[in-house]
């Protein structure tokens, strides 16, 4: 604000003035802060982002405190997971400034389509495919545990296999599988109907199947190639 000074002035000979003048003082704001990021988060779940603190106004020298785990004291603080962050500045009158900054967190590798073919008939003939990946910075590398390192893992058994895709930035990620065993097939019901009379060719076996994977193959003892069958004499089928 401005304030007003009034001096009195006398000498010996009885002379006197009045003299009045305006002081103005200015408000010093103390001192501010801004915040930026230097270095971005390189992975998800990482701690290796950095920020920055620039001071202005106020009395040099300033002094920095953050409210990261280290409570560190520098204008720039590295080693910050994701999270919100602040600091505070002062400057050599004790006047401060803060100011926050957000370090984001960069989302994990997925997988974005692939496919899997079941193991047949307790057999090591399995295949499961990565097709896409996404959220993560190409090329990428695989290793399975089944030792494979492609997009593909083959000549697998049923069973649970993990792979682990790192991308161009050292990110990981782990997914584990599971690779089913194509249930072999089974009779699991049959309907036979006797031949009416003895020497007669009107007997018929009529069965039911489960399990297999796609379109399924038949072969009767007696030639014929159909899931069931009829014109049958008397005998034994298989």
């Given amino acids: 604000g401005t304030y007003l000074v009034t001096a009195n002035i006398s000498n010996a000979c009885g002379n006197s003035a009045v003299y009045t003048y305006p002081i103005t003082v200015i408000n010093g704001g103390?001192?501010?802060?801004?915040?930026?990021?230097?270095?971005?988060?390189?992975c998800n779940g990482g701690s290796d982002a950095s920020a920055t603190a620039t001071a202005a106004?106020?009395?040099?020298?300033?002094?920095?405190?953050?409210?990261?785990?280290?409570?560190?004291?520098?204008?720039?603080?590295?080693?910050?997971?994701?999270?919100?962050?602040?600091?505070?500045?002062?400057?050599n009158l004790?006047?401060?400034?803060?100011?926050?900054?957000?370090?984001?967190?960069?989302?994990?590798?997925?997988?974005?389509?692939?496919?899997i073919v079941p193991a047949g008939c307790a057999t090591a003939n399995g295949t499961i495919s990565i097709f896409s990946l996404?959220?993560?910075?190409?090329?990428?590398?695989y290793q399975w545990?089944?030792?494979?390192?492609?997009?593909?893992?083959?000549?697998?058994?049923?069973?649970?296999?993990?792979?682990?895709?790192?991308d161009a930035n050292g990110c990981t990620m782990d997914s584990s599988i599971t690779l089913s065993d194509s249930s072999s097939v089974a009779i699991t019901n049959s309907s036979i109907?006797?031949?009416?009379?003895?020497?007669?060719?009107?007997?018929?076996i009529d069965i039911t199947v489960?399990?297999?994977?796609?379109?399924?193959?038949?072969?009767?003892?007696?030639g014929d190639t159909i899931e069931d069958i009829s014109g049958l004499k008397e005998g034994t089928y298989t």
Avoid: H, K, M
């Fill in 30 to 42: 103390g001192a501010s802060v801004s915040t930026s990021l230097v270095d971005s988060l390189t």
């Fill in 94 to 115: 004790g006047c401060t400034g803060s100011e926050s900054i957000t370090i984001a967190e960069p989302p994990r590798i997925t997988i974005g389509s692939g496919s």
């Fill in 145 to 166: 545990t089944s030792g494979s390192t492609d997009s593909i893992a083959d000549n697998l058994a049923s069973g649970t296999y993990t792979v682990t895709v790192s």
């Fill in 210 to 222: 489960s399990g297999g994977i796609g379109i399924l193959s038949y072969q009767w003892s007696n």
């Fill in 57 to 91: 106004g106020g009395t040099l020298p300033y002094t920095y405190l953050w409210d990261d785990p280290g409570n560190s004291s520098a204008d720039t603080v590295s080693g910050l997971a994701a999270g919100t962050y602040s600091v505070t500045v002062s400057d």
């Fill in 134 to 141: 996404s959220d993560g910075t190409a090329p990428y590398t």
């Fill in 193 to 204: 109907i006797n031949t009416t009379c003895n020497g007669g060719f009107d007997g018929s």
